[in-house]
């Protein structure tokens, strides 16, 4: 059974920072693209940013030079660390597993990050 379980998310001021994670079983980590998605109501899921099983990232531009994706396969986790916080970044955030050579994903269930004064 494929677990991803989220935390970190929580309410932080603007211009805070938090650190999510995202810990995966039931899979075989390593090989999988991570990435982390955000979504506020009313609005489709949008992508935040990726992490190959090489290590490549991707980064959406409204967080680019703020956000940072890193990955510890030893602890089969995905990490977003976000740094400047702004109450644009307010939303659900998930964490997706994916693995290309098959087209199968897997979602978080989500954590909730609420950048307010």
């Known amino acids: 059974q494929v677990q991803l379980v989220e935390s970190g998310g929580g309410l932080v001021q603007p211009g805070g920072s938090l650190r999510l994670s995202c810990e995966a079983s039931?899979?075989?980590?390593?090989?999988?693209?991570m990435g982390w998605y955000r979504q506020t109501p009313g609005n489709q899921r949008e992508l935040v940013a990726t992490?190959?099983?090489?290590?490549?990232?991707n980064y959406a531009d409204s967080v680019k030079g703020r956000f940072t994706i890193s990955r510890d396969n030893a602890k089969n986790t995905v990490y977003l660390q976000m740094n400047s916080l702004k109450p644009e970044d307010t939303a659900d955030y998930y964490c997706?597993?994916?693995?290309?050579?098959?087209?199968?994903?897997?979602w978080g269930q989500g954590t909730q990050v609420t950048v307010s004064s």
């Open positions: 997706r597993a994916y693995r290309l050579s098959t087209n199968q994903y897997y």
């Open positions: 039931g899979i075989i980590f390593s090989i999988y693209t």
């Open positions: 992490i190959t099983s090489g290590g490549t990232t």
